[in-house]
């Protein structure tokens, strides 16, 4: 297995919403789509994951609800709030325009 | 827009929050399943896979700690758990945590009390409007003797009235007293007289009605009158329909116009409640009042003073109207008859003689609470040094710094306010009883209340203190390395100078302990010294009342005496009634004075004495003894030579070297009295002040304006001397007699005596409770500190007795210590005594200030107390087993 990634906090944050923003998600499935579309690059340490979560979801960003999983098993699944999704917006502009700002420097150097 | 569901996750983080660490479980554990679970899919057995998936899922705990931070409820959940913790430590130190809340309750306590007392009477503005511009006016006849200040005559205050640059206006009042019939019982009702300026003047409207127009100023209109709040709801019933009736004073029909609002007052003097004015009737000045000037000087001045006039100004102004009318009339100025008038201002006239106790009040209070204030320091660094252990251990094991801090934070602040309940649960109930047991004598008492500014005060100050003393160690403590902390026992400097803060408080106390005790002290000689005055006269076994023949149903004198004669027979008839006697004026609880002129003295040689008119045998019955000549007796009648019996202090005074009797004087413009008997000196205003000259005259020779006052003194006997029935069958020979004489005031001469000494009285106790109070505070400071000093000497006096010194060598080792700083606090609080010495001088009688013996009895009681106060902890440092104390690390 390769080393995981490790993610900035912030970055973290950012994935996880993005990911929420197509459909709500329990915290295993995060994890798994993230590395599924990364295509195994970043994997989420659970020890950041569900801190991460619990501080979005007590920051109004991400609201939880109980339900049922694939396999009837009881699981919190979590979804963006109105606030979440602007919140998302704004941050994923930041950060495109933070990372083609960093591309501009490494191309000329 | 967040808040919408930030709101109910904090909610439910606070109330819910076994449900929400349920869940967190939960989830984690769905988790972990699904790990298990891809695992197994890869080709893991079951077990193997569980083990690799929790290896790879981390600390449980950890991630579940971490959520539970992202809560942001820690803070309320941690102050919480801070609170519930501070509280489980004070309830383990219980001896720390009592002491410190009582010392705490104690000073913020007495001190709230005492600055509400004080700012009721002192500081609180009066009930009339612009306060601090109103003056009052009275006279001194400097020439006379004595200091006697008394009011004017009307014809004065009518010059004062027209001729002052200094006033806006001017107002004039007298004291009156009325018989109030026809409703139910006849009550006896005091009030005022004032003229129609009066109450505009003070700037209060009538609460119903009106007050007094000029008109009904003069002489010949209609009577009204205006009622007191207390009196319309007391006697009417608050019946609005009171405006308009009529009521019969002193047999006399008055109209009600008007009734003053509930906190009015006038005048305001420190009367008790049941002598304040609770009627007013219009000043009438009759033309043979203004006429003659000499003759009463009852008319008090009140006047506001022109907004840019000083009291001074006013001082030399109304002196130059004195000038000038006594230049105008030298028929009636000459001699020693002359006037000096004096401005007062009113709020300071009506406390000046409240003044000098509260002030001595606070200074009293606020030594205490700077001990009590040092005293809960004293414990908290003690206690800080004790806990650094603890602080160091927990230090160790990972906890923030700041929560430490905070912790240390909550407890201080938990103690402040157990200390603040206390504190103001016994403020309230030191303001009831001083309500209750003060004396009645100072204006404005029965208003006291918890002064809600004073409690404020006390509280932050203590607040203060205990998170000054209790976060300060902590403080210190959490910038040091928990190594040097866990080390071995506290040695550090800090603990040096730790000792040496405290070791300056303990002295400080016991020097603030010593000047409040030697106060009390001094002041408890001063009480003795007044209760042993002799009185001149016995007054145990005595029952007094009062009655009034008013002149409305008795305006004979003759039939007047004919009553008081039969009913002075009747009650020495009652059962256990040894002798009756009847006096216009009781020692004590009356005082007259008349101006009396020698027989040849020059025609404006005019003198003060006390009067009064008594029956014959009032001075057997009194057991006044008669030092030469003779008593009253029945042949001293009108028509008879008139005769006077005069006091000691008169004979010394004005016949020495000469014999009095038989000696002539003028009372008033013609009448001459022979002296016929001098009697011995009793005191009439107050025990502390020397008996005064006085003339006594037989109440059926001579008709004064007190003649309608009778008080009668019956001695009795041993048997029926606390006889509850005794008042009703006194009250049933006079009610046969006269159904309408009201009997009011009954008492007795043992009472009166105490009611004269009950301010002295009151701050004596006062004073000696606060002494006591410091005292304890300081001897508790001092046995603390000195615990802490054997707590830290533990390891070296245990080598000490291991090494073979005797228990009672250790002992005074100890014991050294503590009377180092008994010595060092008495010697310093001795010094420091004459500082305070100043305030306690007015309140002191025939004993000096820097009375040597009460200095040192107290000084050598105090270090006394002070040495078994630390001779318990050293006794207690010999107690250890050397080889217990030694292991204990």
């Not at chain 2, 003069?218 to 709801?233: D, E, K, N």
Request: hydrophobic share 45%; glycine share 8%; net charge positive.
């Amino acid at each position: 297995m390769s080393k995981p990634t490790d993610l900035v906090q912030g970055t973290l944050d950012l994935l996880i919403l993005k990911t929420l923003a197509l459909e709500p998600m329990h915290g295993w499935g995060i994890a798994q789509r993230i590395r599924q579309v990364s295509k195994e690059v970043l994997q989420v340490n659970q020890g950041a994951l569900y801190p991460a979560l619990h501080r979005l979801e007590q920051s109004g960003w991400i609201r939880a609800k109980w339900g049922e999983s694939d396999n009837n098993r009881r699981a919190k699944f979590y979804s963006l709030t109105p606030a979440g999704r602007k919140y998302l917006g704004q941050e994923e502009a930041n950060w495109l325009r933070l990372s083609a700002a960093i591309g501009l420097v490494l191309e000329t150097t | 827009m967040r808040w919408i569901y930030k709101l109910p996750l904090r909610l439910r983080s606070l109330f819910r929050k076994s449900r929400v660490e349920q869940e967190l479980t939960q989830e984690l554990r769905f988790h972990l399943e699904k790990l298990i679970e891809e695992k197994v899919g890869k080709g893991m057995i079951p077990e193997e896979a569980r083990y690799a998936a929790l290896r790879e899922l981390g600390g449980v705990e950890q991630i579940k700690e971490e959520c539970r931070d992202m809560r942001r409820v820690n803070y309320i959940e941690n102050f919480f758990q801070d609170v519930r913790y501070g509280l489980r430590m004070l309830r383990k130190n219980p001896g720390f945590t009592v002491v410190a809340v009582l010392t705490l309750g104690l000073g913020i306590g007495a001190n709230t009390a005492v600055f509400s007392l004080v700012d009721t009477i002192l500081l609180r503005p009066l009930p009339y409007r612009d306060p601090h511009q109103l003056v009052l006016v009275s006279e001194t006849l400097p020439q006379m003797g004595g200091d006697t200040e008394v009011g004017m005559a009307a014809g004065e205050y009518l010059d004062y009235r027209d001729r002052n640059r200094s006033f806006v206006q001017t107002g004039a009042y007298e004291a009156a007293g009325f018989n109030l019939t026809g409703e139910g019982t006849p009550l006896r009702v005091n009030a005022a007289a004032v003229t129609a300026s009066a109450f505009p003047l003070l700037g209060v409207p009538a609460q119903l009605g009106r007050s007094f127009t000029a008109d009904e100023e003069q002489p010949g209109s209609i009577p009204v009158a205006v009622l007191s709040y207390s009196l319309w709801q007391r006697h009417y019933g608050a019946d609005r329909r009171i405006l308009g009736k009529t009521i019969r004073l002193d047999e006399k029909p008055y109209v009600v116009v008007g009734v003053m609002p509930p906190s009015f007052q006038f005048p305001f003097d420190g009367a008790p409640l049941s002598e304040r004015a609770d009627l007013w009737v219009p000043e009438i000045f009759t033309p043979d009042r203004v006429q003659d000037r000499v003759k009463e000087f009852g008319v008090g001045f009140i006047g506001r003073l022109k907004p840019r006039v000083s009291e001074e100004q006013a001082q030399a102004d109304v002196a130059n109207i004195a000038g000038g009318f006594m230049q105008q009339h030298p028929e009636s100025y000459s001699g020693t008859v002359r006037v000096a008038p004096r401005v007062h201002r009113f709020a300071a006239y009506t406390v000046h003689k409240a003044r000098p106790l509260m002030m001595l009040l606070m200074a009293a209070v606020a030594c205490v609470l700077l001990i009590a204030c040092a005293n809960v320091a004293n414990l908290l660094l003690a206690r800080g040094s004790y806990r650094s252990h603890e602080m160091a251990i927990r230090s160790a094991i990972g906890a923030a710094r700041r929560r430490l801090l905070w912790q240390c934070l909550v407890e201080s602040l938990l103690l402040s306010l157990v200390g603040a309940g206390t504190g103001f649960g016994l403020a309230v109930l030191l303001v009831d009883g001083v309500r209750k047991f003060g004396p009645a004598d100072v204006p404005r008492l029965q208003e006291a209340a918890v002064d809600p500014s004073a409690l404020l005060f006390t509280i932050v100050l203590s607040l203060l203190t205990t998170l000054l003393f209790g976060f300060a160690p902590a403080w210190r403590l959490s910038h040091a390395s928990p190594r040097d902390c866990l080390q071995e026992s506290p040695r550090a400097g800090g603990a040096r100078t730790t000792q040496r803060l405290q070791s300056f408080v303990a002295v400080a106390e016991i020097a603030m302990a010593l000047v409040l005790s030697v106060g009390g002290g001094l002041l408890l000689k001063s009480f003795v010294r007044v209760l042993s005055v002799p009185l001149g006269f016995r007054p145990e076994g005595t029952f007094i009342i009062r009655t009034l023949f008013d002149r409305a149903r008795y305006p004979d004198p003759i039939k007047r005496e004919v009553v008081q004669k039969e009913l002075i027979d009747r009650l020495s008839h009652v059962r256990g009634v040894q002798v009756v006697a009847g006096a216009s004026h009781l020692p004590l609880s009356d005082t007259r004075q008349i101006g009396f002129r020698l027989e040849h003295a020059a025609p404006d040689d005019f003198h003060w004495a006390e009067n009064s008119l008594v029956s014959p045998g009032y001075f057997p019955a009194m057991s006044i003894s008669i030092l030469r000549g003779r008593d009253f007796t029945e042949q001293d009648r009108r028509d008879m030579p008139l005769v006077a019996v005069i006091n000691e202090t008169l004979a010394r005074q004005y016949f020495p070297g000469r014999d009095p009797v038989g000696q002539r004087f003028h009372w008033g413009d013609s009448d001459l009295f022979t002296i016929v008997g001098i009697v011995g000196d009793v005191h009439i205003s107050a025990l502390d002040r020397d008996p005064p000259p006085m003339i006594y005259n037989s109440m059926f020779q001579v008709q004064s304006g007190a003649s309608e006052r009778t008080a009668l003194v019956l001695r009795l006997d041993p048997r029926r001397q606390h006889d509850q029935n005794l008042f009703s069958e006194v009250q049933q020979q006079v009610w046969s007699l006269d159904r309408e004489l009201p009997i009011y005031n009954f008492t007795s001469f043992e009472t009166l005596i105490s009611e004269s000494v009950a301010q002295r009285r009151f701050t004596t106790v006062l004073i000696l409770s606060f002494a006591l109070i410091a005292l304890a505070l300081a001897l508790i400071g001092l046995f603390g500190v000195m615990s802490y000093l054997v707590a830290q000497r533990q390891r070296e006096l245990a080598i000490r007795m291991a090494l073979g010194a005797d228990r009672a060598g250790v002992c005074w080792l100890v014991m050294k210590r503590g009377a180092a700083l008994a010595m060092a606090g008495c010697t310093i609080g001795l010094a420091l005594f004459p500082l305070g010495g100043q305030s306690i001088r007015a309140t002191l009688y025939q004993t000096s200030a820097y009375d040597p013996v009460t200095l040192l009895l107290v000084a050598a009681l105090l270090f006394g107390v002070a040495l078994l106060s630390s001779y318990i902890p050293a006794r207690r440092a010999t107690k250890v087993d050397p080889m217990v104390a030694l292991r204990h690390e």
